[in-house]
């Protein structure tokens, strides 16, 4: 397994997006954005939780 740095990493995205267009990018960016927020709203809410004991 090589190790890339992450500049050469964001190089490579940055010109694989310029021959693709946004449209993957953005698709990647907006499922990360909502699984993102729904664990987030899972993790706080989780603590609100009362507790009948």
Do not use: C, S
Request: charged fraction near 20%; proline fraction near 2%; glycine fraction near 10%.
């Amino acid at each position: 397994m090589e190790h890339h740095p992450a500049t050469a990493w964001l190089t490579e995205a940055a010109d694989a997006a310029q021959q693709q267009g946004a449209g993957n990018l953005l698709r990647v960016v907006l499922i990360v954005m909502i699984l993102g927020g729904a664990l987030t709203a899972w993790f706080l809410l989780r603590g609100y939780k009362r507790k009948d004991d």
